[in-house]
């Protein structure tokens, strides 16, 4: 195993490296001067900005200005947020947790709702509760995720009341529970109609009838040895869902005005700031390449069969 580590960590770099590149290029070819932008329609002297674009290490070619970036990273330095003269890094640390937060709650929701709901289908297969469950996946797949968001707005605490519009407390979990299901609603989806699919499958096998031939207790034979191997593509898709929460909450923050990472990166686009994004989009590549890794270990928990060349 260690040897398929190592060999994970080598593949990492040229992702790594490639995609900072990309969403580099991508902020600093935008139109607009997000340092002239911090005096809005006042006017200043252009030697001021010239200046401040020098102490921000704006000046220099984007090549050198993004081996700077890179060597920085290596010493914990995300670069300064323009805006507020902060360490990006700083300014992360302040809104990552809150995010984390509204992440794992969503991704809580998504694994014990997506696979409860998944394996009643899965055993009731072809059934009123199984069609019921396949068109209402079906529809949360079809709708976008604002409309959603804006959908439960509008009932759940406009209409009855039952819930504040949008966040006053980023820390309470309270008021994280509507960003929180409609976060996780579409990968709550996927996770129902892999785990059934999944289910169904895994009951036509031989080992399944074999399990069941030889008398063990139906509590045994599904507990045991159907989810086994039932969740590994659950998992599989799990693992890299994590990552696609943590960049979809941008859009889930903005609805209901959560202070995290995606409220952070959504004000820094307005500004055409780009050492905000690029700080985040490098902190969430690092930790979708961490959790793939972690991802692709369990796998021998689940399947001792499985093994690391």
Do not use: C
Not at 103 to 113: D, P, S
Request: glycine share 8%; hydrophobic share 50%.
């Amino acid at each position: 195993m260690g040897r398929y580590v190592v060999r994970r960590l080598l593949q990492a770099i040229p992702v790594f490296l490639g995609s900072t590149l990309l969403i580099f290029l991508m902020m600093y070819s935008l139109p607009g001067d997000p340092v002239r932008a911090l005096w809005g329609e006042q006017s200043v002297d252009p030697a001021q900005i010239a200046a401040l674009k020098k102490d921000l290490g704006l000046d220099l070619p984007l090549w050198q200005q993004y081996l700077n970036y890179i060597g920085g990273l290596f010493q914990g330095d995300f670069g300064t947020q323009i805006a507020s003269q902060r360490p990006v890094s700083e300014v992360i640390a302040d809104a990552l947790p809150i995010t984390i937060r509204l992440t794992l709650f969503a991704f809580t929701f998504t694994v014990l709702v997506g696979i409860s709901l998944g394996i009643v289908a899965g055993l009731w297969a072809d059934r009123l509760l199984d069609r019921g469950m396949l068109i209402f996946t079906l529809l949360l797949i079809s709708v976008p995720s604002f409309v959603l968001g804006y959908t439960a707005q509008f009932w759940l605490a406009f209409k009855f009341q039952l819930l504040t519009p949008t966040v006053q407390d980023s820390e309470a979990l309270g008021d994280l529970l509507m960003p929180a299901i409609v976060l996780g609603s579409l990968s709550l989806a996927y996770v129902v109609r892999l785990t059934r699919t999944s289910v169904v499958e895994n009951l036509r096998s031989d080992y399944i009838r074999t399990a069941i031939a030889k008398g063990l207790p139906r509590r045994r034979v599904i507990g045991v040895h159907l989810m086994r191997n039932s969740l590994i593509p659950v998992v599989t898709f799990l693992g890299t869902d994590l990552g696609a929460l943590l960049g979809g909450a941008v859009i889930t923050e903005g609805i209901f005005n959560v202070q995290g990472v995606g409220n952070l990166v959504y004000e820094a686009l307005l500004r055409r700031e780009g050492s905000t994004v690029v700080g985040v989009v490098t902190l969430l590549v690092i930790l979708y390449l961490t959790i793939s890794l972690i991802v692709d270990l369990l796998y021998a928990v689940l399947d001792p069969r499985i093994r690391y060349v």
